[in-house]
């Protein structure tokens, strides 16, 4: 049996940069910088965040989830009117010996599914837990599996995957840099945040892409 090729995983650089006024830094000092810096590294997350669910590849960037090559899809017509569409991906992770751990979607879908009803007429969300009061919270879950949102998936897109089976690769951990010299002409201070990372997903089958359309 011929062996299977290493998967190769080149991490690519990430970065969020700012400018910022002399003046600023003498009035605040070293203190100023501490919210600066929260802030970059939260640029800093949300790229790969956003790179890591549908990075294309191009732009120097890297391949995300959504466009693995090799992942399993699933089609819905007419948006979501019940849960089959989620028993259909599950059940297609299952039968290649994987198992659903997160969903991810954006924000408006996971509100179309709250707004779905379990009849016509009824104050009791599908995705309740109980026969309870329909003003009870809502577990973020579907079928038992934790529902995450991001507001960078589009709202035709969920993706379905067994967690275990993404991997983040940091070639180096994300540092906060600053310097006097790039601003000089402008009486500025440069500040940026950097990183080099990215994902791997070894068993591409282990991921479910729900498209939804009209």
């Excluded at 709250?114 to 109980?130: D, F, H, Q, T």
Aim: glycine share 8%.
């Amino acid at each position: 049996m011929a062996s299977e090729q290493p998967l190769k995983v080149t991490p690519k650089k990430i970065a969020a940069a700012d400018m910022l006024a002399n003046e600023l830094m003498d009035d605040g000092g070293s203190a100023f910088l501490d919210p600066v810096a929260k802030s970059l590294m939260r640029s800093l997350s949300l790229g790969f965040d956003r790179e890591a669910l549908l990075g294309t590849g191009a732009n120097k960037g890297f391949v995300g989830i959504a466009n693995t090559p090799g992942i399993q899809t699933h089609a819905v017509t007419g948006g979501f009117k019940d849960l089959d569409a989620f028993v259909a991906a599950f059940g297609k992770l299952e039968a290649v010996n994987s198992k659903a751990t997160a969903v991810v979607m954006h924000p408006t879908t996971w509100a179309d599914l709250m707004a779905l009803r379990e009849a016509s007429g009824s104050l009791k969300p599908l995705l309740s837990e109980s026969a309870g009061s329909p003003t009870a919270g809502v577990q973020r879950s579907i079928l038992g599996v934790p529902v995450w949102i991001s507001s960078f998936m589009p709202v035709t897109t969920v993706l379905a995957y067994e967690a275990d089976q993404i991997f983040a690769v940091w070639r180096k951990d994300a540092g906060f840099q600053i310097s006097d010299q790039f601003g000089f002409l402008k009486d500025g201070t440069a500040v940026r945040a950097i990183a080099r990372a990215a994902i791997a997903v070894p068993n591409a089958a282990a991921v479910c892409k729900i498209t939804i359309s009209a």
